[in-house]
């Protein structure tokens, strides 16, 4: 608990946010429906935010935590490295059990009326295996871990500001419903978070103690 406490007060610019945005999603979910979240923000759209939103969305996919994987092995950081890996592979099976698990309709095949919904003709919408969202949780587990590793800890809010805009964009793009971003975004957070205390003792310094802030700036 106290590794968790310090952790939270040396990147409370990530965190923070976070907690933010934790206590106020559990707010909404008891006062608004599944379907009144969902048309809240998908209903609020324009062709600028289409392309926008289209490209934002790719933030969370798994092909950017393998670049910055990439990235960290070129550094031969090869510890954080096999950290990373693991919290990806962590969040992808825990994401994709719940998945199949339970199996819940996407917005498009949720509602009785397409037609209510906005989608991006470019965009292909899926209709099944809704919960939770794997690009939400993705975008999350890595953004904190970046927050977490990198040195300069006012980054963590343009980590966490780029993990909501994940987020966001899923419901945008009509791909989730705002229980899907959100729990993923705490299994993707705590996931990254559990991981990096497990390496870190293990290790008896932190990852943050042993990347050059000039590295993170170039990557």
């Not at 991006?120 to 904190?144: I, L, Q």
């Amino acid at each position: 608990m106290k590794t968790i406490v310090t952790l939270f007060g040396k990147n409370a610019w990530f965190f923070a946010p976070f907690l933010l945005w934790v206590i106020t999603g559990a707010i909404l979910q008891i006062f608004f429906s599944h379907e009144e979240l969902f048309l809240a923000i998908n209903s609020f759209h324009a062709p600028w935010a289409d392309v926008i939103m289209s490209g934002l969305t790719y933030v969370g996919d798994g092909i950017t935590f393998a670049i910055m994987l990439v990235v960290i092995l070129a550094l031969r950081k090869y510890r954080m490295f096999l950290n990373a890996g693991c919290i990806l592979l962590l969040v992808t099976i825990l994401v994709q059990t719940a998945k199949h698990y339970f199996n819940a309709p996407r917005p498009i095949k949720y509602f009785e009326d397409p037609a209510i919904i906005h989608t991006v003709k470019w965009v292909t919408v899926h209709g099944g295996c809704s919960f939770p969202s794997g690009h939400t949780t993705t975008a999350f587990a890595m953004f904190c871990f970046l927050a977490l590793i990198t040195r300069n800890k006012m980054m963590g809010l343009v980590f966490i500001m780029l993990a909501f805009a994940a987020a966001w964009s899923r419901i945008y793009l009509a791909q989730h419903f705002f229980i899907d971003v959100y729990v993923g975004s705490i299994i993707g957070t705590c996931s990254s978070l559990l991981l990096y205390i497990v390496f870190d003792k293990k290790k008896g310094n932190t990852p943050a103690e042993i990347i050059p802030e000039t590295a993170m700036r170039l990557s």
